[in-house]
T-cell receptor, first 112, second 107 residues
Framework: EAQVTQNPRYLITVTGKKLTVTCSQN?????MSWYRQDPGLGLRQIYY???????DKGDVPEGYKVSRKEKRNFPLILESPSPNQTSLYFC???????????FGQGTRLTVV | RKEVEQDPGPFNVPEGATVAFNCTYS??????FFWYRQDCRKEPKLLMSVYSSGNEDGRFTAQLNRASQYISLLIRDSKLSDSATYLCVVRGDKLIFGTGTRLQVFP
């Protein structure tokens, strides 16, 4: 089954403790991206990747890192999480930047 | 001004009703348009693309008005299962999401 898989689905952590949210897709998509969704603000892009080893900042990249060492994986790294990073995070992939995006199931992160 | 604007709702309608949502966008160079559906706390899923000539998928009709820079979604014969948030999505050099319009269909 074609899908985008994120882990974990739920995470509660403390300020400053490094964490990684994994994202994997099995559709051989070139384009992958991370979004955060907050009430009243909609989905905002954090980082995106147009292909292996090619990543770039989205609209709200501060406090986040990403890597794209393999085509299928695009982890999101929070080196020192802060409470303002409490949010619902979605990974998405598409064949290209112009194609329809498919989303992972989401990761609800709470930083206390 | 937001790049993509939607009425947040909620739209509360009875089963069987027809309901329409509009969405306006600011970038006249936008190339593609979509409606996504998002159930509470779940991922957005593509409902339908929006084509210049308008397109229909069962009870759903989407239309694009480039001159006025808006797209619309019409849902006929609403079902309880249509209750969700509908996201307007516009693509220029990247995808821009509206904040969504919430629809609640009641018996």
């Amino acid at each position: 089954e074609a899908q985008v898989t994120q882990n974990p689905r739920y995470l509660i952590t403390v300020t400053g403790k490094k964490l990684t949210v994994t994202c994997s897709q099995n559709m051989n998509h070139e384009y992958m991206s991370w979004y955060r969704q907050d009430p009243g603000l909609g989905l905002r892009q954090i980082y995106y990747s147009m292909n292996v080893e090619v990543t770039d900042k989205g609209d709200v990249p501060e406090g986040y890192k990403v890597s794209r060492k393999e085509k299928r994986n695009f982890p999101l790294i929070l080196e020192s999480p802060s409470p303002n990073q409490t949010s619902l995070y979605f990974c998405a992939s598409s064949l290209s930047i112009r194609s329809v995006a498919f989303f992972g199931q989401g990761t609800r992160l709470t930083v206390v | 001004r937001k790049e993509v604007e939607q009425d947040p709702g909620p739209f509360n309608v009875p089963e069987g009703a027809t309901v329409a949502f509009n969405c306006t966008y600011s970038n006249s160079a936008s190339q593609s348009f979509f409606w996504y559906r998002q159930d509470c706390r779940k991922e957005p899923k593509l409902l339908m693309s929006v084509y210049s000539s308008g397109n229909e998928d069962g009870r759903f009709t989407a239309q694009l008005n480039r001159a006025s820079q808006y797209i619309s979604l019409l849902i006929r014969d609403s079902k309880l299962s249509d209750s969700a948030t509908y996201l307007c999505v516009v693509r220029g050099d990247k995808l821009i999401f509206g904040t969504g319009t919430r629809l609640q269909v009641f018996p």
